[in-house]
């Protein structure tokens, strides 16, 4: 077997594998990306990124945390923003010639669990709950249960200070800010079709994220 230690590095509490340079297609044409993969304790984490210097510069970075969605990344389900939001992410990262993704493998659905998400998909449509909020709650789940440690650490790891978050979610911030980053709100709005009004009417009212969508838009 050939010895690939040397691709495989440890950092005290996590290591990572790589890099792998990788030519992606991003609007119609063809960009490099790094990725390195981090593992802490087996939660796993894609990390993909550009950047024009050896190190990043301090000015804010571009950076999107893509949670593990397979409705969308596998069945290209319509009914959620996922694809259209890490697709638009390596779009705005190549045209500014830096910036990261990471890819948190092990958040299904806001960190359920890949089975647990396919019973809030089926009992809510049986049921009529829509899927972002009320299905959770009738299944004894909380809305939310994702961590950000570790990708704080991923942060730390590339020396990231400064980022430019692109979400729509204000309270994300909170958990960088708290680790001494400094955060600037970049929203992520894919323009509305009939298939995301249900998730953007919860998203911007029950969860109080950042949408600019006007109301008259997310009525049926």
């Not at 490099?32 to 990043?56: A, C, D, P």
């Not at 009914?79 to 779009?91: G, M, S, T």
């Not at 998400?117 to 829509?130: C, D, N, S």
């Not at 950042?210 to 009525?219: Q, Y």
Request: with cysteine.
């Amino acid at each position: 077997m050939k010895n690939t230690t040397h691709t495989i590095q440890q950092y005290g509490h996590y290591s990572v594998t790589g890099p792998v340079l990788l030519p992606l297609t991003v609007d119609n044409t063809v960009a490099e990306f790094t990725h390195e993969g981090f593992s802490f304790s087996g939660r796993l984490y894609g990390v993909l990124y550009q950047k024009t210097k050896k190190l990043f510069s301090q000015q804010h970075i571009l950076l999107r945390i893509c949670s593990n969605c397979q409705w969308a990344f596998y069945y290209g389900s319509n009914y959620c923003d996922c694809q259209w939001q890490i697709d638009e992410a390596k779009k705005r990262i190549f045209d500014t010639g830096e910036g990261m993704v990471i890819f948190a493998h092990d958040h299904h659905g806001k960190g359920v669990g890949i089975q647990d998400h396919w019973k809030v998909y089926a009992e809510g449509q049986y049921r009529g709950l829509e899927l972002v909020v009320d299905a959770y709650e009738k299944l004894g789940f909380k809305e939310d249960y994702r961590r950000y440690d570790d990708i704080i650490d991923i942060l730390s790891h590339y020396n990231i200070k400064n980022i430019r978050l692109m979400t729509n979610n204000p309270n994300r911030k909170d958990y960088f800010t708290q680790a001494g980053k400094d955060v600037i709100i970049e929203p992520l709005e894919q323009p509305i079709n009939p298939h995301l009004k249900e998730e953007y009417r919860s998203k911007k009212y029950k969860l109080d994220h950042m949408l600019r969508v006007s109301d008259r838009n997310l009525i049926d």
